[in-house]
């Protein structure tokens, strides 16, 4: 007989299962650039400018100006390469969050070395999780991103950040299971 969901607690791996969850989330919003729309240059012909320019001379100077910034790059790279720093910056983060998250769950404490250890392993955890609230608030202020795209990622951290709390919390029962 299954337990109804409204009765049942949470899973011994929740804050494993959370973080798996938020690493696909924030994977699906790298794909998408972070929601922010690509620039797009005024596309106009070469026939175009010439009929433009005979009937007014003066757009002859406007457009060698937007040459210029065509030729430049300035347009369109500055969100590019700030986008891979981002991108880049968010992915490290999650994957040592992963690891460290992996690193801990794998130590099955049996004297007080391995307790501490396991103890690092999930503080290292809880670390990642503020060191991407981080790169999430930089990246707010640097790209013109829209802040109700990143609130369900911050809400998602702050509840990784809890569940990790809370099993680290779960270490003092080791302790005194192994009489420390």
């Not at 809400?155 to 709390?165: Q, R």
């Amino acid at each position: 007989m299954s337990v109804l969901l409204i009765n049942r607690g949470l899973s011994e791996l929740e804050f494993y299962h959370n973080a798996v969850k938020l690493y696909d989330d924030v994977t699906g919003l790298l794909l998408r650039n972070f929601g922010i729309k690509p620039n797009t240059k005024p596309v106009i012909s070469e026939s175009e400018k010439e009929k433009v320019v005979a009937d007014y001379p003066f757009m002859n100077r406007v457009f060698r100006r937007m040459e210029k910034l065509e030729n430049a790059d300035v347009l369109t790279e500055y969100s590019d390469w700030l986008i891979e720093h981002y991108r880049n910056a968010l992915l490290k983060q999650l994957d040592e969050l992963l690891d460290n998250i992996t690193d801990a769950n794998t130590i099955y404490p049996i004297n007080e070395h391995e307790l501490e250890v396991r103890r690092d392993y999930q503080t290292k955890a809880i670390g990642n999780c503020e060191k991407l609230i981080q790169i999430m608030q930089r990246l707010m202020g640097a790209l013109p991103v829209n802040v109700n795209k990143l609130l369900p990622f911050v809400d998602m951290i702050d509840k990784e950040v809890a569940l990790l709390k809370g099993w680290r919390k779960a270490n003092s029962k080791i302790k005194k299971r192994l009489n420390l």
